[in-house]
């Protein structure tokens, strides 16, 4: 298994504001998945984060609006910018294991005023 | 396409019943992966099983047992003697076997335990 850890746990925004998410997980891993829940939906895949490459963005989703970054096997960040209320929802990273498990961090909640 | 489909919204149920939460997958790949999650009110999201396309075996966990069928596509979750704490969204997924990591969730079934 995998223990990741984010930063913040919750917080509120003012629309127009930028807010970066930190994900930091406990052993090395490739692969680092950032997803989007909105309230009271499923799980939606923002972007792949591979070590030493740019990430992978989800139909629907662009850089400019969330950049990422991976700068080592064990730490990514998620910048959600120029936040408006649309961007209220958890945001969560993931890693896959070696054995091709998935686990999650405990989420980020924004909330955009 | 990929789909994941839970048919279920919401499942309520009283204290030691069972409950079985249904879940059909749409795909042409012959590799894939399921997996099930729970999601308490707290909003992490626990895994809880994964399973290849090649191995259709059933799988028990404790009160939790899984029972993969690739002929009617369906993975459903079955939660024996269900207690309180079990009250959370369960999220069915699917990754197909070239793409790593790319989670196709269902939409979750809302199950609600009653004392």
């Known amino acids: 298994s995998a223990v990741i850890s984010q930063k913040p746990s919750r917080d509120i925004c003012q629309r127009g504001t930028s807010l970066t998410i930190q994900c930091q997980v406990d052993s090395q891993v490739t692969m680092m998945f950032w997803y989007r829940q909105q309230p009271g939906q499923s799980l939606t895949l923002i972007a792949t984060?591979?070590?030493?490459?740019?990430?992978?963005?989800e139909s629907g989703f662009v850089i400019d609006k969330f950049p990422i970054s991976r700068p080592n096997l064990t730490f990514s960040t998620l910048t959600v910018s120029n936040m408006s209320p649309e961007d209220s929802s958890i945001y969560l990273c993931?890693?896959?294991?070696?054995?091709?498990?998935?686990?999650f961090g405990p989420g980020t909640r924004l909330t955009v005023t | 396409a990929q789909k994941v489909t839970q048919a279920q919204t919401e499942i309520s149920v009283v204290e030691k019943e069972d409950v079985t939460l249904d879940c059909v997958y749409e795909t042409r790949d012959t590799t894939y992966y399921l997996f099930w999650y729970k999601q308490p009110p707290s909003g992490e999201l626990v895994f809880l099983i994964r399973r290849n396309s090649f191995d259709e075996q059933n799988e028990i966990s404790g009160r939790y047992s899984w029972n993969f069928q690739k002929s009617t596509s369906s993975f459903n979750f079955t939660i024996t003697a269900s207690q309180v704490v079990d009250s959370a969204v369960y999220f069915c997924?699917?990754?197909?076997?070239?793409?790593?990591?790319?989670?196709?969730f269902g939409q979750g079934t809302t199950l609600q335990v009653k004392p």
């Open positions: 984060a591979n070590q030493g490459s740019e990430a992978t963005y």
């Open positions: 993931s890693v896959e294991t070696a054995s091709y498990e998935q686990y």
């Open positions: 997924a699917l990754i197909l076997g070239g793409n790593t990591g790319k989670l196709i």
